[in-house]
Nanobody
Framework: QLQLVESGGGMVQPGGSLRLACTSS????????IGWFRQAPGKEREGVSC?????????TSVDSVKGRFTISRDYAKNTVYLQMNTLRPEDTGVYYC??????????????????WGQGTQVTVSS
């Protein structure tokens, strides 16, 4: 049974950087599209970035993080990363990775994913 584990969260000042990692046990990520989602306090969860199964250059990101966040995957390490630069207070929240089907194009829609991690907290504050 595939299980996902996120790591790399923490507290950082505005303008700082963090790199989140998503890896798995009980199965591989290499046959799944992977999405990163976040939930800010008092808000609904939203899709942040995703990466397709077959083409690591096929990614999608929400407008608010374009130019600041980069999603990538290392097939050999069975890990998907979310590099977050120029962080803002509004990026604060719990970040989740999720695994979906074998797709050429990924989606930021939650229902496209059927396995979720526990989440890692990201706090951007001075």
């Amino acid at each position: 049974q595939l299980q996902l584990v996120e790591s790399g969260g923490g507290m950082v000042q505005p303008g700082g950087s963090l790199r989140l990692a998503c890896t798995s046990s009980g199965g591989t990520l290499t046959t799944s599209s992977i999405g990163w989602f976040r939930q800010a306090p008092g808000k609904e969860r939203e899709g942040v970035s995703c990466i397709s199964t077959t083409d690591a250059s096929s990614t999608t990101s929400v407008d608010s993080v374009k130019g600041r966040f980069t999603i990538s995957r290392d097939y050999a390490k069975n890990t998907v990363y979310l590099q977050m630069n120029t962080l803002r207070p509004e990026d604060t929240g719990v970040y989740y990775c999720a695994a979906g089907g074998f797709t050429a194009y990924c989606s930021l829609v939650e229902t496209s994913y059927n396995v979720w991690g526990q989440g890692t907290q990201v706090t951007v504050s001075s």
